[in-house]
């Protein structure tokens, strides 16, 4: 069966884009972003995409359309472009839904923390989601080449991310795609449901 023609494109400022947003992250994070944030996280990560300079920002989104549908979604950053963004915009968009989104960061901060040993000069892959009906048919790979160009732009020497323990198709996804395991996280304690690897790739 052909492939079908996929568009890798950058993500634009509009609401409905957000939408899809917040439903590929919640997606790629198996869940955690509704918990976090409540039944309403997609209209609130929404509202924050438009926003620049923060880590559920437009300009950090590439998109993969169909025809006129959105399939998949990728989004990273930098290291630095990291350190430089702001909590406002998703703190404003949360309203009074914060107090639940302090209390579940608070729950879970070392595993946030992860995010702040981004290595400098590593180019961050925040999150990776596709369609069920698309997967296995390349939009993944094209996302990935799309992350290596940006990459690359913003002269970073590798790309990084954190992934489940306990999500192994999409780990075998990303040593298929070259990435090796570089540590885990935690290093010593033994908590096999809150496991990640950090996988990197130079490029």
Same mark, same amino acid.
């Given at each position: 069966?052909?492939?079908?023609?996929?568009?890798?494109?950058?993500g634009n400022p509009t609401?409905?884009?957000g939408l899809s947003c917040?439903?590929?992250?919640?997606?790629?994070?198996?869940?955690?972003?509704?918990?976090?944030?409540?039944? $309403?996280?997609?209209?609130?990560?929404?509202?924050?995409?438009? $926003?620049?300079?923060? @880590?559920? @920002?437009?300009?950090?989104?590439?998109?993969? $359309?169909?025809?006129?549908?959105?399939?998949?979604?990728?989004?990273?950053?930098?290291?630095?472009?990291?350190? %430089?963004?702001?909590?406002?915009?998703?703190?404003?968009?949360?309203?009074?839904?914060?107090? $639940?989104?302090?209390?579940?960061?608070?729950?879970?901060?070392?595993?946030?923390?992860?995010?702040?040993?981004?290595?400098?000069?590593?180019?961050?892959?925040?999150?990776?989601?596709?369609?069920?009906?698309?997967?296995?048919?390349?939009?993944?790979?094209?996302?990935?080449?799309?992350?290596?160009?940006?990459? %690359?732009?913003?002269?970073?020497?590798?790309?990084?991310?954190?992934?489940?323990?306990?999500?192994?198709?999409?780990?075998?996804?990303?040593?298929?795609?070259?990435?090796?395991?570089?540590?885990?996280?935690?290093?010593?304690?033994?908590?096999?449901?809150?496991?990640?690897?950090?996988?990197?790739?130079?490029?």
């Amino acid at each position: 069966m052909d492939k079908p023609f996929i568009a890798i494109r950058p993500g634009n400022p509009t609401y409905d884009e957000g939408l899809s947003c917040g439903h590929y992250l919640n997606e790629a994070a198996e869940g955690f972003f509704r918990f976090m944030i409540g039944c $309403q996280f997609t209209q609130i990560i929404a509202t924050a995409y438009t $926003q620049p300079n923060h @880590s559920y @920002s437009f300009q950090n989104v590439s998109f993969a $359309q169909k025809d006129s549908s959105i399939v998949g979604m990728a989004l990273g950053f930098t290291s630095e472009q990291y350190r %430089r963004f702001s909590d406002k915009p998703l703190k404003e968009a949360a309203g009074s839904r914060n107090f $639940q989104m302090k209390a579940v960061k608070m729950l879970f901060a070392p595993m946030f923390r992860i995010i702040e040993t981004i290595d400098d000069g590593d180019f961050y892959l925040l999150a990776m989601a596709i369609d069920k009906d698309l997967r296995g048919k390349g939009v993944g790979s094209s996302l990935m080449k799309c992350i290596k160009k940006r990459a %690359r732009a913003n002269g970073s020497a590798r790309i990084s991310l954190d992934v489940s323990a306990n999500n192994k198709s999409a780990r075998q996804i990303y040593e298929n795609w070259g990435m090796t395991i570089e540590s885990q996280w935690p290093k010593r304690l033994p908590l096999p449901r809150l496991r990640f690897y950090r996988m990197v790739k130079e490029i």
